[in-house]
């Protein structure tokens, strides 16, 4: 069974930093990209970034470029998602994503990120 | 950037209606469309893929169509537990844009 099993939200000041994870059983995880997607409260899903297998290559919405940074670590089967000069309108649940051709065919289960003063 | 536009915003039917959801990409994307449905405090589940092809275990009431820039989804047979909010989503490049949602409830 496929499971991604995300952890590391919270509550962070505007400026602030933090770390998502999302840790990968079921599937061979280092010959799938991986995604992050979040939806503000109340909002629709917004996708955040993309990594290839290897890692060789990242990709990231415009909204978070120059503040956010995608790695993994294929040996721990680990998505990472680094946050930095976080902004009132990072406000949302982030969900990792699998992702085939594309499509994200299997998601976690969401880690509510707080930014406020 | 792609846009994706969905339509209507929302929607109520009755159950055994057949239910059709629209998605307008902002330019051609040939068939690189999938569409999710998400439940309130859940993430989304993933139902069709290239357009029309339905991810395993979803069940055979729904359907997708389309190619270009028009797509639909389409719900046979309306049931109870299919109240949800619906996207449709572009992989023809990145970024992988989502529609802004239909919210779909029962009568």
């Known amino acids: 069974e496929v499971q991604l099993v995300q952890s590391g939200g919270g509550w962070v000041q505007p400026g602030g930093s933090l770390r998502l994870s999302c840790v990968a059983s079921g599937f061979t995880f280092t010959t799938y990209n991986m995604n992050w997607v979040r939806q503000a409260p109340g909002k629709g899903l917004e996708w955040v970034s993309d990594i290839t297998s290897s890692s060789y290559t990242t990709y990231y919405a415009d909204s978070v470029k120059g503040r956010f940074t995608i790695s993994r670590d294929n040996a721990k089967k680990s998505l990472f998602l680094q946050m930095n000069s976080l902004r009132d309108a990072d406000t949302a649940v982030y969900y990792c994503?699998?992702?085939?051709?594309?499509?994200?065919?299997?998601w976690g289960q969401g880690t509510l990120v707080t930014v406020s003063s | 950037d792609i846009q994706m536009t969905q339509s209507p915003s929302s929607l109520s039917a009755s159950v055994g209606d057949r239910v059709t959801i629209t998605c307008r990409a902002s330019q051609s994307i040939s068939r690189y469309l999938s569409w999710y449905q998400q439940k309130p405090g859940k993430a989304p589940k993933f139902l069709i893929y290239?357009?029309?092809t339905l991810q395993s275990g979803v069940p055979s009431r729904f359907s997708g169509s389309g190619s270009g820039t028009d797509f639909t989804l389409t719900i046979s047979s309306l049931q109870p537990e299919d109240s949800a909010t619906y996207y449709c989503?572009?992989?023809?490049?990145?970024?992988?844009?989502f529609g802004q949602g239909t919210k779909l409830e029962i009568k």
């Open positions: 290239d357009a029309s």
């Open positions: 994503a699998r992702t085939e051709r594309g499509y994200f065919d299997y």
């Open positions: 989503q572009q992989s023809y490049n990145t970024p992988h844009t």
